[in-house]
């Protein structure tokens, strides 16, 4: 499996899992770090541009890449919305194989899990590798781990939400199943949401995949890259890490 299946068919449904489960909590701690930096932003993996579109209008120049052509199409349709049109370029692209120029940018993030999604060494490594190349000297690459994958207990087709798409749409339901691949050091989400609309329904079933990396894994790989780790934190809002820390986020300089 590679970790890009299963996001085009989940994109008709990130935005309305992520409402209920990840939400914006973790919006302001990129905004912040946007703020502090002299340059463009470039963000790996940016989705439906849930973190991209409001970290633009904050101000900042802001370029989301990301492979699956599903979710950029909704956030083109999130940024028509929106008043921040001259400040945010959405990209088609491989993060392992950036169309971008050296040093283009001055903070590369990689919000909630994004590398992750990255299902080997080789191909973590060429996405760091990128990374560094397109970075500023001194510029901060920021990194944010779903925390203690290995830990998630497996479980078959359970109810995880369920709630409307929106006013006068269909009633979703998710049903979910999760494995361990211990061997790959992968976790793999089996998703299945269901529409309803009155008597009528529509199933739609796809896996995600993510490796388990640790913060100790992390930091040792980002100084092999060329990277100095600066600042591994607990919390979005700069508390210190342990390793019982719901977030896990690590800021590293390109040394």
């Not at 209920?20 to 905004?31: A, E, L, N, S």
């Not at 342990?242 to 390109?254: E, G, S, Y």
């Amino acid at each position: 499996m590679e970790g890009w299946r299963g996001w085009d068919d989940y994109a008709r449904f990130y935005d309305w899992e992520n409402a209920r489960t990840m939400g914006r909590r973790d919006v302001r701690f990129w905004q912040r770090l946007a703020s502090k930096t002299d340059g463009p932003v470039l963000e790996l993996g940016c989705g439906t541009g849930r973190v991209a579109i409001p970290v633009a209008r904050a101000g900042a120049r802001v370029v989301g890449i990301d492979r699956s052509e599903s979710m950029l199409a909704r956030a083109r349709t999130r940024l028509r919305r929106s008043k921040v049109r001259g400040s945010l370029a959405l990209v088609r692209g491989d993060v392992r194989s950036l169309p971008f120029g050296a040093g283009d940018f001055a903070l590369v993030a990689a919000p909630y899990g994004i590398l992750q999604s990255l299902l080997d060494d080789p191909t973590l490594d060429a996405a760091l590798d990128e990374a560094r190349r397109t970075l500023r000297r001194d510029g901060t690459l920021g990194i944010d781990l779903v925390s203690d994958l290995a830990s998630w207990s497996e479980y078959g087709r359970r109810v995880k939400l369920r709630g409307p798409a929106g006013r006068g749409l269909a009633q979703v339901t998710l049903i979910e199943s999760v494995r361990q691949d211990r061997a790959r050091g992968l976790t793999l989400f089996d998703q299945e949401f269901v529409e309803r609309r009155g008597s009528i329904s529509r199933s739609h079933s796809f896996s995600l995949a993510f490796r388990t990396v640790s913060v100790e894994d992390m930091t040792a790989r980002l100084e092999r890259h060329g990277f100095r780790v600066s600042a591994v934190l607990g919390d979005y809002q700069g508390g210190p890490w342990d390793p019982r820390a719901d977030v896990w986020l690590i800021l590293a300089t390109r040394s």
